[in-house]
């Protein structure tokens, strides 16, 4: 059993930065991808970032260059940075985990974006709002 707790939301203006955090706990390991998922309006969760056991990376194509993903061993925690901040952003924030492999980092290499059924363990989520 692994459980997330996310942390960091809030509200922002446009341009705006926040970080989110992810501390991770139980039978989690550094082999383990993780992620962060968002939902707006609609009912689907939808992949932003992901870091694979190895260290690789992707992003959805409209946050890139503008949020990272990044993750520290030692304490279990999982990051997403997000700068300049559009409205469009706006969503409930899900942090994802599962057991990684080899195969899944090289996706993610390849800028492989996963679904939500991919993923076992989540957060209970948390809001991010920009405003115009």
């Known amino acids: 059993q692994v459980d997330l707790v996310e942390s960091g939301g809030g509200s922002v203006q446009t341009g705006g930065s926040l970080r989110l955090s992810c501390a991770a706990s139980g039978d989690i390991y550094t082999s383990y991808s993780m992620g962060w998922f968002r939902q707006g309006p609609g009912p689907e969760r939808r992949g932003v970032a992901f870091i694979g056991g190895d260290g690789s990376t992707s992003y959805l194509d409209s946050v890139k260059g503008r949020f990272t993903i990044s993750k520290d061993n030692a304490k279990n925690t999982l990051y997403l940075q997000m700068n300049s901040l559009k409205p469009e952003d706006t969503a409930m924030y899900y942090c994802?985990?599962?057991?990684?492999?080899?195969?899944?980092?090289?996706?993610?290499?390849?800028?492989?974006?996963?679904?939500?059924?991919?993923?076992?363990?989540w957060g209970q989520g948390i809001q991010v709002s920009v405003s115009s």
């Open positions: 994802a985990a599962d057991r990684g492999s080899a195969a899944l980092d090289q996706r993610l290499r390849l800028e492989y974006v996963p679904y939500e059924d991919e993923y076992k363990y």
